[in-house]
């Protein structure tokens, strides 16, 4: 399955990213569901599975699934073996599960780290969690709405079987992620959905993407054909994800917490979506899109570096390119202004000068980028001769034609802003 195609059920644009864990769609096997991502390639967070039986037997138990009904407001499906059905809806921080338990047997729910990390039972309702992956920490704080009678580990400890109780019953997890604090994981709790039924989160966030996908409409075509522009348009909401934490925010770029009012968005393969998703939104949602190019600026002052990949645990630098400058170009020129724009100029020209531009490659100018920028194009290697230059990805190798041909566009992008800002030098220059 291709990772971004994976069905999830959230907000727009938000943290809470939940789908089932199986191999792929041909896959009927669900192994657990995590309580959310960092991204669509990159570590799940925290899984949860209700099982039945004997608890030697329920540590690694996966169950198929049946009657699934995956919507991006809530999520149901039926646990074939254990006669059990799962309900789920997302806020933006937090989520509820539902487990309606059909049977006869000993009854548990099955909390895991999917990385580094430790399960704590705090009391018989309240179950925390602090998990470690690339560099930083995701928090959960969660609470049953039916008492845990007992809790068992498995020898990692990152495992739990938590048992709710023989014979059929229905449990309710409400839970808030965080990335700065489990603390701060039960305020996002208590402000988002405390005392809200799963009926409630779903019928908000119905609400919710009927706005969102409203916002274009359509004439003609087939009903499979509305039903494949509509899905892509939904999955068009995914990535940017806002993680400021009502007030405040970590970022992975120098690793503090920052106090905000304003939106903080991670989470963009910039690469797969400056010719076509960013801008879209600059069409449907140009505030977001301003916010969202605010936020690379925030990470270039955080770290130096405008970033590429700039996701939930920092820079990830794909594929070739220095598309932060297409892609502000393009809002820039679009009449998109919320954001400091000398600022985001000066990332984007730093990095075409300072930065290296060899393909998956983070950091200083090479002697290559001195050639390139010298010479305006990224020199190749002869036939047969060996790699000399020890920046260069072993496996990605110079990419001399996409390197020139990518950020030749990109840096005709920075002559553009260099023109409009009044930088005449820079625009002869780029």
């Known amino acids: 399955i291709l990772e971004p195609t994976r069905p999830a059920v959230h907000l727009p644009n938000s943290m809470i990213r939940v789908f089932p864990a199986r191999a792929d769609q041909l896959d009927d096997q669900i192994n657990y ?59 933006a921080r937090t989520g509820i599960f539902r487990f309606e338990f059909k049977n006869e047997l000993d009854n ?23 998990e470690e992956f690339n560099g930083m920490k995701a928090y959960v704080y969660a609470v049953s709405d039916t008492r845990i009678l007992r809790a068992v580990f498995d020898d990692s400890k990152k495992k739990s079987l938590m048992f709710v109780g023989k014979g059929s019953k229905t449990v309710n997890i409400r ?94 393969w910039l690469w797969d979506t400056y010719i076509s998703l960013e801008p879209l939104h600059a069409i449907l949602n140009p505030v977001m899109q301003g916010q969202k190019i605010q936020s690379y600026v925030d990470m270039y002052r955080h770290g130096g570096w405008m970033p590429s990949f700039a996701l939930l645990f920092g820079d990830n630098p794909c594929m070739t390119g220095n598309h932060a400058a297409s892609w502000i170009a393009d809002s820039y020129f679009k009449g998109i202004r919320n954001f400091d724009v000398n600022a985001a100029y000066e990332g984007i020209r730093k990095n075409s000068l300072q930065a290296t531009l060899l393909p998956w490659k983070n950091g200083p100018a090479t002697i290559l980028d001195s050639f390139y920028n010298a010479k305006g194009y990224m020199p190749a290697l002869r036939p047969g001769e060996k790699e000399f230059v020890k920046e260069v990805h072993g496996f990605e190798k110079r990419q001399s034609v996409s390197v020139t041909l990518e950020n030749s566009y990109d840096d005709w992008c920075i002559a553009l802003m260099a023109k409009e800002l009044g930088k005449t030098a820079d625009a002869t220059l780029f």
């Open 108 to 130: 548990y729910i099955r909390f895991q780290i999917l990385n580094k990390g430790t399960l704590t039972l705090k009391d018989d309702l309240t179950i925390t969690g602090t």
């Open 175 to 268: 839970y808030g992620i965080s990335f700065i604090s489990i603390e701060q994981a039960r305020e996002n709790l208590r402000v988002e959905s405390e005392t809200a039924t799963l009926e409630k989160l779903s019928t908000h966030a119905k609400k919710i993407w009927n706005e969102k996908l409203g916002q274009i409409a359509i004439k003609g075509g087939t009903q499979a054909q509305k039903i494949v522009f509509y899905t892509s348009l939904y999955r068009s909401y995914e990535r940017m994800i806002d993680i400021n934490e009502y007030g405040k925010y970590y970022s992975a770029y120098d690793h503090k917490v920052h106090e905000s009012d304003k939106p903080f968005f991670v989470d963009n």
């Open 33 to 91: 569901f995590p309580l959310t991502i960092s991204s669509h390639r990159q570590p799940w967070l925290f899984g949860i599975l209700p099982v039945s039986g004997t608890v030697d037997k329920l540590w690694n138990q996966e169950y198929t699934a049946d009657k699934e009904k995956i919507r991006p407001y809530q999520y149901n499906v039926l646990l074939e073996e254990i006669n059990t059905s799962v309900s789920f809806a997302p806020n």
